[in-house]
């Protein structure tokens, strides 16, 4: 379950980033509009990933419902914590995208 | 003609919101605290000990206590003890008495013994409340269906008036006055949206056949009673036949149900007419076990000869709809960690009533804030707002310690629980009349954050059942509520340190020329 968190949290984390304002703000950097196509993406692709693991997880109606907690948690989390801590945040993505495909791949997970 | 729309719905969202808003946040947060309905009766009542759970042990003790106590009632019922909520209940109807005749106890799961344990209402307070109102029925259920009604109403109007929804999907501005109101307003109902949704619009689902009963009666008329009995399944209540005849035991009866679904946890057991030949024995599923709540599915055995007589799970679709929304509404289903974020996700449905409040008020004093004085109007807001937010907060924590404070043994105990409760809430609204704004926030604040953040330390003095205490056997359903009540001491400490001060100006805001443009934004957003 915490995978499904995980994956959750960095898709919207980086769908945030999609957006050239956040990632001037967050990166100090101008994106290119490749860039930000990219990344709008891969944020919708863990999205989905997401998704799939939680009704694999728990399948399609407690699934569904983990899924939507635990993605109204991990964006609330990380709207209200982007004025304050941005940098702990981008280390919260960070390991967000290490960890989640670890406890994917683990065989306990 | 799209703004005049936009504009309507701002409108009709800014009042609503403002008549409703009051009610609205009393009503989420009680709602709120039911999440951990058990885990509050389980603090208010201390004397109840928390025991390793065996349904079948405890059954064979409910059976010999009610054999003994009411061995000539209707019917009894037995509730069996859960993960959160140590006490085994069984109730009984005295023969020929009515609805009015019944009597409930509560016993030790592990030896049968009746717990004198306080008297009071516990969760079951605030969850009635929150849907009741502590009005006459059914008033009390009508005004709080109709403030859901307004709720969903708000969400909707709230998404059409939100001009940015997407672009400013990540966006919240601290430390600019009403623009961080607004951000914090928009962001916290976004985000959360699906959970907003799904609690006000199940809700209404909830009540629908006392809202919208007119395709009941247009077939059932007045008999609605029989509209329930086609859709549940009557209640086969089975004539006693005044023979008496030895029961089974209700341990047999239980592995028969658990043959007929491995690991099935039970909810309420009904007995029909025990000691007879034509006693009944009803095992409900216990309601977290899916996330559905399907009424009226179950299992019914002859108590004599332990015959399956009938098992019901109904299947139909607009009941699982319907049971779906109930279920999704109530989380009984939800284990700890889904649990705690519903409670989060309810306080987030508060905030959204609460911010609004503040920004009906906050944009209307920005008006008269040169002229010094304020119109009554803003000033009655102001004192509602007061009290109906800060106010509340007090009159919750006034249950908690008179749960610990009054006299165990004093007559009508738990009644003087519920009045602490209106009584702190009612001076609240004195207290914001006799204050001015600012002070009277800090100060109800700032008592909140003392009653909340003091509640463990008073457990703790009052019973043995303090953090010390809790922490080390593992009650966590105990330690939780100290824990949160310390939590939210701490937090509302922080909030009245921020009234206590002068307020922020919000006018940091260096160019002038950006400063105005961004104002007449604000003032086109916020309505």
């Not at chain 2, 309507?8 to 709602?31: D, K, P, S, V």
């Not at chain 2, 951000?183 to 056949?209: E, K």
């Not at chain 2, 330690?479 to 922020?504: H, I, N």
Request: glycine share 10%.
């Amino acid at each position: 379950m915490l995978a499904v968190a995980l994956f959750g949290f960095a898709g919207f984390a980086i769908l945030c980033l999609s957006m050239e304002k956040h990632y001037k703000d967050l990166l100090s950097a101008a994106p290119s509009a490749a860039r930000l196509r990219s990344l709008r993406v891969g944020g919708w692709l863990l999205l989905l990933v997401a998704l799939w693991l939680a009704v694999r997880h728990s399948g399609w109606a407690m699934g569904l419902v983990e899924l939507f907690a635990v993605l109204m948690a991990g964006v609330t989390f990380w709207v209200f914590l982007l004025p304050y801590k941005p940098r702990l945040l981008l280390g919260a993505l960070a390991i967000s995208l290490v960890l989640g495909p670890v406890l994917v791949v683990l065989p306990s997970a | 003609m799209k703004e005049g729309f936009r504009q309507a719905m701002a409108w009709l969202h800014t009042w609503t919101g403002l008549i409703f808003g009051w009610l609205l946040f009393a009503i989420f947060l009680t709602g709120t605290l039911s999440y951990f309905k058990e885990e509050i009766t389980h603090w208010a009542q201390p004397e109840v000990p928390t025991r390793a759970l065996d349904p079948a042990a405890s059954l064979a003790l409910a059976q010999t206590y009610l054999q003994e106590h009411a061995p000539n009632a209707g019917s009894w019922f037995i509730r069996l003890p859960e993960a959160r909520e140590p006490a085994l209940s069984v109730g009984w109807r005295a023969e020929g008495a009515g609805r009015r005749g019944f009597i409930d106890k509560t016993l030790d799961p592990a030896t049968g013994e009746e717990v004198q344990a306080r008297e009071t209402r516990g969760g079951d307070f605030f969850y009635r409340f929150h849907f009741q109102l502590e009005m006459p029925h059914p008033w009390g259920r009508w005004l709080s269906t109709f403030a859901a009604f307004i709720m969903l109403l708000g969400l909707v109007t709230g998404i059409i008036t939100h001009k940015k929804i997407f672009k400013e999907f990540f966006t919240f501005r601290p430390g600019k006055g009403q623009r961080s109101w607004l951000d914090g307003h928009n962001a916290i109902g976004v985000l959360v949206l699906p959970f907003h949704l799904m609690i006000s619009y199940s809700s209404l689902v909830i009540f629908m056949s006392m809202v919208m009963p007119a395709s009941i009666i247009a077939s059932y008329g007045d008999n609605t009673r029989g509209f329930f009995n086609d859709l549940f399944g009557a209640p086969r209540e089975v004539k006693a036949t005044g023979v008496a005849a030895p029961m089974l035991p209700l341990p047999t009866l239980y592995e028969k149900v658990q043959e007929q679904a491995p690991g099935t946890r039970l909810g309420w057991i009904e007995v029909q007419n025990p000691g007879d030949q034509n006693a009944r024995v009803r095992f409900t599923r216990h309601a977290g076990d899916r996330i559905a709540h399907m009424r009226g599915g179950g299992w019914t055995y002859d108590g004599v000869n332990g015959e399956l007589q009938g098992a019901s799970t109904i299947e139909a679709t607009p009941m699982l709809i319907s049971g779906g929304m109930y279920g999704l509404h109530m989380g009984v289903f939800a284990g700890p960690w889904l649990r705690w974020l519903y409670f989060f996700f309810g306080l987030a449905g508060t905030a959204v009533i609460g911010t609004g409040l503040v920004l009906w008020l906050g944009k209307r004093q920005l008006k008269h804030a040169k002229s010094g004085s304020q119109p009554g109007e803003l000033r009655l807001v102001e004192v509602l707002n007061i009290a109906s937010m800060s106010g509340l907060l007090l009159g919750v924590a006034a249950f908690f310690w008179a749960n610990r404070l009054l006299p165990v043994g004093l007559e009508g105990r738990a009644g003087w629980e519920v009045n602490s409760f209106f009584l702190l809430w009612g001076l609240s609204v004195l207290h914001a009349m006799l204050r001015p704004g600012r002070r009277a926030w800090a100060e109800q604040l700032g008592l909140a954050a003392l009653l909340w953040g003091t509640l463990p330390l008073l457990n703790q003095l009052t019973t043995g059942h303090g953090l010390v205490h809790s922490i080390a056997a593992g009650d966590w359903a105990m330690a939780g509520v100290d824990l949160t009540a310390l939590g939210s001491g701490l937090f509302l400490a922080w909030a009245a340190m921020k009234m206590w001060r002068p307020p922020v100006v919000a006018a940091k805001r260096a160019p002038k020329a950006a400063k105005a443009a961004s104002a007449n934004l604000i003032e086109s957003e916020v309505n």
